[in-house]
Nanobody, 121 residues
Framework: VQLQASGGGLVQAGDSLRLSCSSSGRIFSSHVMGWFRQVPGKEREFVGNIRWSNANTAYADSVKGRFTISRDKAKNTVYLQMNNLKPEDTAVYYC???????????????WGQGTLVTVSS
């Protein structure tokens, strides 16, 4: 399975953006899809995740209330809706798949190319 994130771009503070993460194969019901982000020189940071079976979500405190994760089972696609973007949200965003609920990067795999989000002030 390969994952491909897309939808990044250059926006202004306060704008919204929706990222997509498409899977080349089927995602198992017990699995979890996660969004992470990374800025140069820093470790990849957990943004949020969604359990594929029941769409339960969890978010990092830094994005709670602004970001929403959803999924489309028929399309094997996960979305990250980002509202009220801030300059500190600037990063390369990645999606990954995990066998269970986790916010730890090493628990995820099938990382694809990320998508760059740049938020100007």
């Amino acid at each position: 399975v390969q994952l491909q994130a897309s939808g990044g771009g250059l926006v202004q503070a306060g704008d919204s953006l929706r990222l997509s993460c498409s899977s080349s194969g089927r995602i198992f019901s017990s699995h979890v899809m996660g969004w992470f982000r990374q800025v140069p020189g820093k470790e990849r940071e957990f943004v949020g995740n969604i359990r594929w079976s029941n769409a339960n979500t969890a978010y990092a405190d830094s994005v709670k209330g602004r970001f929403t994760i959803s999924r489309d089972k028929a399309k094997n696609t996960v979305y990250l809706q980002m509202n009220n973007l801030k300059p500190e949200d600037t990063a390369v965003y990645y999606c990954g798949e995990a066998n269970g609920l986790s916010n730890v990067e090493r628990e995820y795999y099938s990382w694809g190319q990320g998508t760059l989000v740049t938020v100007s002030s």
